[in-house]
């Protein structure tokens, strides 16, 4: 059984049952330690199990921004392959934190290639019609402050209390170092600071530019109830509620959430452990496993690894 349960994660997080697809795999090349250093903040963040929910917290709030949703509603496949669009985010994600500075690169430019064909029209929060572009800065910010602040406060409700799993540096360490994969999907001026993130979060809710509408809705109906098999299905649900548990009031309403009154926090924690000890139980690296071997690589070439002096 865990095994079956250790392939399904995998299938939907790498889109390979054994978790070891060939952009993985690349993670042991190149001839850099990428963008980020070894076992510090994002490498911590991002590989806890606290992602499970925090990807699920992340696509509630960028479905808050109408600009977002209208290029979700429009171009997306989520409807109908949501585990490849899935598994397509999470390989932007991994490649980014663990890669090589120039697997990372690749890696948004495939990104980028896909986002110039996505735009459109949408009704911003004033209900005034306004073009958009999956390439605008404005949307791309919004899109990383949801993301950064889905992962930082999912690590700090679940992944704290797992072994190793303190950031280090503390939160502002790691948005400060996310900033970087911002910059990288051309946002001009991220937050560096835990403060700063809530700050211009809170910004979009206070000038209005956020609405729950009929595409929200369609949206969280279908993240609350995706199509998953028996056990699955009732710990999906489990993440999901536990996601909602840590959205603030606000936010909540506009999506037409409230938050259970059941300990799904506490119910999370363990569906959380199940999934690790799922992932635990077979043979195959982990994607920061790939990384140690570049990174080992490179000092037994004699040049000791070490990240860009500067921001990209």
Known sequence: ?????????????????????????????????????????????????????????????????PGAMAGVHDWSTYRQDPLRRLSGTVRWVV??????????????????????????????????????????????EWVHLAFTDAFLTCQQVWG?????????GGADAYVEE????????????????EAELR???????ERGELRGDERVREVVSFLRRPVLPGAAG?????????????????????LGLRRSPLPVVTGTRIVLAIAGRALASGEGKRAQDWARDRLARLQRAGAPPSRPASNP
């Open 234 to 254: 009732i710990g999906y649900r489990l993440l999901f509620e536990g996601a909602v548990a840590t959205i603030p009031r606000p936010y909540r309403r506009l």
């Open 199 to 205: 700050r211009r979060l809170r910004g979009y809710l």
């Open 95 to 140: 490649c980014v934190t663990y890669g090589s500075t120039a697997q990372a690169d690749r890696e948004t430019a495939r990104v980028a290639r896909f986002h110039r064909r996505v735009e459109g029209d949408y009704v911003d929060g004033a209900g005034a019609e306004r073009s958009y572009s999956a390439g605008d800065p404005a949307l791309a």
């Open 1 to 65: 059984m865990a095994q079956s349960l250790r392939a399904r994660l995998l299938t939907a997080l790498a889109g390979d049952p054994d978790g070891s697809p060939a952009w993985v795999r690349e993670l042991a090349e190149g001839d850099d330690a990428g963008y980020f250093a070894a076992d510090g903040a994002a490498w911590t963040v991002h590989g806890s199990m606290a992602t499970l929910v925090a990807g699920i917290r992340a696509l509630l709030l960028q479905a808050l921004h």
């Open 178 to 193: 996310w900033a970087r994969a911002g910059r990288l999907m051309r946002v001009g001026d991220p937050p560096t600071t």
């Open 160 to 168: 704290v209390r797992t072994r190793g799993g303190r950031i280090p």
